[in-house]
């Protein structure tokens, strides 16, 4: 199995940038399709983007698409995310998971991850 930590939370004005970390061990990284997720207070987790095991597709949700962007380093058993022209509704915690290689590569539900991390808070003041 892997084990996973985020890093790169925190506040920010809106209109600033955030890059999230997420650091894995314990499991061959490049084993697994990754993803960001996020929760709001008082809502359900979302993903947000995901990225396949190699890099070479990507997935955006609607919200983020142009402003978010995922990426991977296999060397570094690290996967990141780039948030630009953050806004407030972008506020929550932000959630990184893995999803071993087989059948679709990436999954609109949690349901769909096998592993998680504890998660970051990324709180975005207007």
């Known amino acids: 199995q892997v084990q996973l930590v985020e890093s790169g939370g925190g506040l920010v004005q809106a ?14 990284f ?5 993803a960001w997720f996020r929760q709001a207070p008082g809502k359900e987790r979302e ?18 698409k142009g402003r ?8 570094k058993n690290t996967m ?3 948030m630009n022209s ?9 959630y990184c998971a893995a999803r071993l290689d087989g059948g679709s590569w990436y999954s609109p539900n949690q349901d769909g991850y096998d592993f998680w ?9 207007s």
């Open 15 to 28: 209109g600033g940038s955030l890059r999230l970390s997420c650091a894995a061990s314990g499991s061959t």
């Open 47 to 64: 993903l947000v983007a995901a990225i396949y095991w190699s890099g070479h597709s990507t997935y955006y949700a609607d919200s983020v």
């Open 86 to 94: 953050l806004k407030p509704e972008d506020t929550a915690v932000y």
């Open 117 to 125: 991390g504890q998660g970051t808070q990324v709180t975005v003041s």
């Open 68 to 75: 978010f962007t995922i990426s991977r380093d296999n060397a």
């Open 30 to 34: 490049s084993s697994y399709h990754m």
């Open 80 to 82: 990141y995310l780039q």
